[in-house]
């Protein structure tokens, strides 16, 4: 493998930005320098490029490799220690709390691509915790139950590039943060308004209309609604995308009607939606699948987007945005922690307490034994009389006292147990946001780059499709030599 050297390659370090991968040179903008140290920025930023585009899922792995032979590729001794790297990590995100480097990143990513993409999948990735303090729970589709983590939103590019991913302070829904991603994504895209394609957990009648009026187009699933007569679609043979259906699409107008949050009824109750009288017309397309059930989908893209063009790019967010997901899940180690600092979370809205729903529900099961004992009680008495129960009529109401004291033990504690409470002060942390966007960010750096070795293969590998990502990963975990030659690197590798 042949390569041309960039044209000030004899200066050495001295002008180093051109051994960046692409774009890397934005970290010298935002972080500026780390000081006067062995490790510096340009080493930190390239070793965990390296780690990554290597398959080091975590700084961890560098235990039992040949931290020497990797840090020649440094133009270094050796490798940092894992304790080194991680405290170079935690002094960059200082300098970068507000994830600027992702962001600017995402701006120059979208700056390079040939066409100015106006498109953007989202969806959420929920990074599990195993440690011991006091996280947020979710629900984690992956895992099919509730666990403790940090919900990330990420932003991609029609085909699974990565661009973006924005946090969720304390796990909100993709309904929430919506508003806060679509802003940050047409700022990096640098375009007032976008089309968004998202999932059914962004289905809310009031976003969609706040999204209307902001100029935005989406696309996305419809929640609920009733199956169509099959009578209603026309018998013929449809392409979407690269799969063949029976049916073509059945398109209609439809009116959604909008609903606003109301603050609970009660204290720690969950909020009610109030009917605003406002509705919405959007425009409904529904796919008849062969196992006769139906797909619905949602859009306010005019007759422009013909039905099957949009539900072809609605299918293939799973196709390209969670087969992203799952690649960078076991190759670039998107689940793993790469620091182990917490920091208090930054959500200011207030949750139900999970103390005051404990009693709650301790008070609601004891109300209920209350009222069984009660119901037996009158049923002996209408029976037999009060007089004739004797003794047993002193254990019931013995156990009736006894209820009664615990409900007013549980009232008492439930007054002086606020029914809602803010995270911060209820002691909830997360993982360090600032270093999460940095890996991540570093994520999408090592996606793109072996991106773009995969297409230097496309012309001379069949397979490039199937196999394009793992030949890589093995080039680059191969053993080889580097030769210097007039005007290029000659890169031969061992046989394989």
């Known amino acids: ?54 398959r080091y899922r975590c700084p961890e792995t560098m235990r039992s490799k040949n931290v ?26 200082a300098l970068d709390p507000a994830g600027e480097f992702m962001k ?21 990735h929920v990074q599990a915790y195993w440690g011991t303090r006091k996280v947020a729970q979710t629900w984690a589709p992956r895992c099919g139950r509730v666990v403790k983590g940090v919900t990330e939103n990420w932003v991609h590019l029609p085909g699974g590039q990565p661009l973006l991913a ?27 308004s976008i089309t968004a394609v998202f999932d059914r957990g962004g289905f809310k009648a009031l976003l969609f209309e706040e999204m209307i009026q902001a100029g935005h187009k989406f696309l996305t699933y419809r929640k609920g609604g009733d199956a169509i007569d099959e009578s209603c679609f026309e018998r013929r043979l449809t392409m979407i995308g690269d799969r063949e259906y029976e049916y073509a699409p059945y398109q209609r107008q439809i009116e959604l009607t909008v609903h606003i949050a109301t603050a609970p009824k009660t204290p720690g109750g969950r909020a009610g939606n109030r009917n605003t009288g406002r509705v919405i017309t959007l425009r409904e397309i ?7 059930g139906q797909t619905a989908i949602l859009t306010n893209i005019g007759p422009e987007g013909t039905a099957e063009c949009l539900a072809a790019i609605l299918f293939d967010r799973i196709g390209s945005q969670e087969n992203s997901f799952k690649y960078m899940r076991s190759d670039f180690g998107l689940d793993e922690c790469w620091t182990y600092g917490q920091e ?20 609601r099961g004891l109300q209920t034994e209350r009222n069984k004992t009660l119901k037996q009680l009158g049923a002996a008495v209408k029976k037999d009389g009060k ?9 019931m109401d013995a156990t009736l006292d006894a209820i009664e004291e615990k409900i007013a033990t549980v ?51 069949s397979r490039i499709d199937d196999e394009g990502r793992k030949l890589i990963a093995a080039a680059l975990s191969t053993r080889g030599t580097l030769r210097l030659e007039p005007g290029q690197l000659v890169i031969q590798l061992a046989p394989q």
Request: proline content about 7%; hydrophobic content about 40%; some cysteine.
């Open 387 to 395: 007089k004739a129960l004797g003794p047993q009529s002193a254990k």
């Open 68 to 93: 020497h032979a990797l840090g020649r590729l440094l133009g270094l001794d050796r490798l940092p220690e894992v304790k080194t790297l991680r405290r170079k990590i935690h002094q960059l995100a």
């Open 344 to 363: 208090a979370v930054a959500a200011t809205a207030d949750h139900p307490n999970p103390n005051y729903q404990a009693l709650a529900k301790t008070l």
């Open 104 to 124: 600017k990143m995402a701006k120059a990513r979208a700056e390079e691509a040939p066409q100015k993409p106006s498109v953007v999948l989202i969806d959420g």
């Open 166 to 192: 924005v946090d969720s302070p304390f796990n909100e829904g993709l309904s929430k943060m919506l508003p806060q991603i679509i802003k940050e994504a047409c700022r990096a895209l640098g375009q007032r």
């Open 1 to 54: 493998m042949r390569a041309p050297l960039p044209h000030n390659a004899d200066q050495g370090h001295r002008s180093s930005d051109t051994y960046f991968p692409a774009g890397l040179v934005v970290s010298r903008t935002v972080f500026c320098r780390l000081g006067s140290s062995f490790f510096g920025l340009r080493a930190t930023i390239i070793t965990i490029f390296l780690l990554l585009i290597l």
């Open 411 to 461: 009232q008492a504690q439930m007054q002086q147990t606020p029914a809602r409470e803010k995270p911060a002060s209820a002691g909830f942390v997360q993982p360090e946001s600032a270093a999460r966007s940095l890996i991540n960010t570093m994520r999408m750096v090592a996606w793109e780059v072996e991106t773009r070795l995969v297409g230097m293969l496309a012309e001379d590998y």
């Open 286 to 292: 529904r796919i008849l699948r062969p196992d006769k």
